[in-house]
């Protein structure tokens, strides 16, 4: 069955500090992946997409990494404010060969920043 | 301002009473889906269109309705609310391509009693 795991559930971090968060999937064929950062009672909003050949993609203090061969995929933040408080989803898409998509999605890391 | 925008953004109907979610995109997007969100579940996608007139399941269709007439509009049509669609719905639109962004509305949370 295709899955998307993400761990922690939840976390909880002190302002200023560092944090990862990881994605393990059994999606399969892999087209791409993404972060998404989602506040309370909004939509979804993209951080980063990537495909099956990148490794490494910044945007600002979030850097996801990807290894399709292990199947993980990583969210860090860097330097933590007070509005990164949200939850990330991460999310994998497949295409199959009649070119039907298909997005898998996570339930999220719910990540919380104290001052 | 490029955005995707729902209404109603609450609703509490009861069980049995037809109603309509519509969904606007701005940005000439051919491909609109729509989504609930559950505690514990996450995002599961309920229908997708991929141009106007094109419209396909997803994960939880059962219940549910759409209609792509126009580019810009996909509403999301319960026939016979029931409570377990007690539920957040997103709408959400993109180009063509699923390399790129997909941009979220900012959701309707839906009572059935």
């Known amino acids: 069955k295709n899955q998307v795991e993400q761990s922690p559930q939840s976390l909880i971090i002190l302002e ?3 944090c990862t968060l990881q994605c393990n ?27 099956f050949s990148e490794n490494t993609k910044s945007n600002g203090r979030y850097t996801a990494t990807l ?28 295409i199959s060969n009649f070119g039907n998509e298909k997005l898998t999605f996570g339930t999220g890391t719910r990540l919380t920043i104290i001052p | 301002e ?11 109907t009861v069980t049995g009473k037809k109603l309509t979610v519509t969904c606007s995109q701005n940005m000439n997007h051919e491909y609109m889906s729509w989504y609930r969100q559950d505690p514990g579940l996450g995002l599961r996608q309920i229908y997708y269109s991929m141009n106007v007139e094109v419209t396909d399941k997803g994960d ?12 810009r509009n996909f509403p999301l049509i319960l ?18 391509s699923s390399y790129n962004e997909q941009f979220f509305g900012p959701g309707t949370r839906l009572t059935v009693l």
């Open chain 1, 16 to 18: 200023g500090k560092n």
């Open chain 1, 25 to 51: 999937y059994t999606v399969s064929p892999f087209s791409n992946l993404r972060w998404y950062k989602q506040d309370t009672g909004r939509g979804p909003v993209s951080l980063t997409i990537m495909t």
């Open chain 1, 67 to 94: 290894d399709a061969d292990t199947k993980q995929s990583s969210l860090h933040i860097t330097a933590s404010q007070l509005s990164d408080s949200a939850s990330y989803i991460c999310v994998v898409i497949t």
């Open chain 2, 2 to 12: 490029a955005q995707v925008t729902q209404n109603p953004r609450y609703l509490i």
């Open chain 2, 60 to 71: 939880v269709p059962e219940g549910y309705k759409v209609s792509r007439k126009e580019k």
């Open chain 2, 79 to 96: 026939e016979s609310p029931s409570p377990n669609q007690t539920s957040l719905y997103f709408c959400a639109s993109r180009t063509r």
